[in-house]
């Protein structure tokens, strides 16, 4: 079974600092990933995937991936912070060929003016 | 705009009923998941249908139900309401055939928010 680790549920970054959320995932085989992004009282939209190919993934709004196989990770970041990017990130993950996600638990991303 | 159509919006009901969410699929999507936010658990899957058939489920109660009609919209059923069933939930959408190796991403609605009081 695949699982999803999120480390901090809550991170806060002045504007214009650098934005890294971590996740790491478990799976037997490279799974597909995926970060997600939810504004307060809207649905998840996607910011990036990772399926194939290159391990370094560019998403909306700034924000990029990287895939590491050995560390088992995808950390979310961004050069620097706005005020708009304040909202709650969750990280998922799909075996191949499924779109059946695990998310992790999410992580609320405070930008300090 | 997801292109995927939750209502209604907010639902407030009493233990023991039963409710129905309704869900209108992005248009061409031919998967529809169903996903609960609650703030213990987080998201987490409850069942996926593909073109009216299901195809798998996840941590889904005997008590809740769903289906996806010829149209393509789904609808999730939750009967004998208990209080914990209190949360968020949301029906995403896909083009994706199951099974095959496809890129094409999920899109969300903006949920139901249920409450049981």
């Known amino acids: 079974a695949q699982s999803v680790t999120q480390l901090g549920s809550h991170v806060s970054v002045s504007e214009g600092a650098l934005v890294l959320l971590r996740c790491n995932y478990s799976s037997s085989v490279p799974p597909y990933l995926f970060w997600y992004v939810q504004y307060p009282n809207q649905g998840l939209q996607l910011l990036l995937k990772y399926t194939t190919g290159a391990t370094l993934v560019k998403g909306i709004n700034g924000f990029e991936a990287e895939f590491k196989k050995s560390e088992t990770s995808f950390h979310l970041t961004k050069p620097s912070a706005h005020m708009s990017d304040a909202a709650e990130y969750f990280c998922?993950?799909?075996?191949?060929?499924?779109?059946?996600?695990?998310f992790g638990k999410g992580t609320k991303l405070s930008v300090i003016p | 705009d997801s292109g995927v159509t939750q209502t209604p919006k907010h639902l407030i009901t009493a233990t023991g009923q039963r409710v129905t969410l309704r869900c209108s699929p992005r248009s061409g999507d031919l998967s529809v998941y169903w996903y609960q936010q609650s703030l213990d658990q987080g998201l987490q899957f409850l069942i996926q249908?593909?073109?009216?058939?299901?195809?798998a489920k996840g941590n889904i109660l005997e008590r809740f139900s769903a289906q996806q009609f010829p149209d393509l919209h789904s609808e999730l059923n939750l009967s004998s309401l208990e209080l914990g069933d209190s949360a968020l939930y949301f029906c995403?959408?896909?083009?994706?055939?199951?099974?095959?190796?496809?890129?094409?991403?999920?899109?969300f609605g903006n949920g139901t928010r249920l409450t049981v009081t």
């Open positions: 998922a993950s799909a075996g191949a060929g499924s779109y059946q996600l695990t």
């Open positions: 995403a959408s896909s083009v994706a055939l199951p099974g095959t190796e496809d890129n094409s991403p999920l899109h």
């Open positions: 249908y593909y073109n009216g058939e299901e195809r």
